[in-house]
């Protein structure tokens, strides 16, 4: 079955060091992965994706993700937290099985960043 | 910039009642979403459209149903509000070809 797992439901982080969110998934065939952030009473923003090409991806603020094919994981990092990340993200993989359902998302349960001062 | 609108923020409705959630694009894109967020569950497919007035079911589809008689707009309905429909609603849209969805600001449903 595929899946999405975010290990950590919460990651505390002081700021200005750096930070890693979890991020594992299981799909048959090569995965789309993406990380969205979601704001306090906040819809979800997109943060960056990896279809294909480069292992280490680059997003909005400052953020990156790396795709490690063989541990099949897509973790998202910054080199140096702020105070203003402090919010809800959540990993998706494209679902590969179902290609032709309008390109559905499963989400990972979302972890909790929390970036102190 | 891609734009997807929710007609309400914050809703209360009573058990029993019939519950419309408006979602509206401005980027022509041909495919639209409903989720709902629960805490710990992340985000899950209630139902999505490819194109006007086609849906398919998605993952979670009891109780709930859905209308798409223009492109731009996609409504979430629930025929008859219970109290485990109380949750987060988040409606997405995607331009057919492309991979990534665009979210709009979700609204908080309260089923008493």
């Known amino acids: 079955a595929q899946s999405v797992a975010q290990p950590e439901d919460q990651v505390n982080v002081a700021e200005g060091n750096p930070l890693t969110v979890k991020c594992t998934y299981s799909?048959?065939?090569?995965?789309?992965l993406f990380w969205y952030v979601q704001y306090p009473n906040r819809g979800l923003q997109f943060l960056l994706k990896?279809?294909?090409?480069?292992?280490l991806v680059k997003g909005s603020y400052g953020f990156e993700a790396e795709f490690n094919k063989s541990q099949t994981s897509f973790h998202l990092k910054k080199p140096s937290a702020l105070v203003s990340d402090s919010a809800l993200y959540f990993c998706a993989v494209r679902d590969s099985v179902r290609y032709n359902q309008g390109g559905k998302l499963i989400f990972g349960q979302g972890t909790e960043l929390s970036v102190k001062p | 910039d891609v734009k997807v609108t929710q007609s309400s923020r914050y809703l209360v409705k009573r058990t029993g009642e019939k519950v419309f959630l408006e979602c509206v694009q401005d980027m022509d894109h041909e495919n639209m979403f409903w989720y709902r967020q629960d805490p710990g569950l992340g985000l899950r497919l209630i139902y999505f459209s490819y194109d006007v007035k086609m849906k398919e079911k998605g993952d979670i589809p009891e109780g709930y149903s859905v209308s798409r008689e223009k492109k731009e707009r996609f409504s979430l309905i629930l025929e008859s509000a219970s109290t485990n429909q109380t949750s987060m609603y988040l409606c997405?849209?995607?331009?057919?070809?492309?991979?990534?969805?665009?979210f709009g600001p979700g609204t908080r449903l309260l089923v008493l």
């Open positions: 799909v048959s065939g090569n995965p789309y």
């Open positions: 997405a849209s995607r331009d057919r070809g492309q991979e990534t969805q665009y």
């Open positions: 990896y279809i294909t090409g480069d292992n």
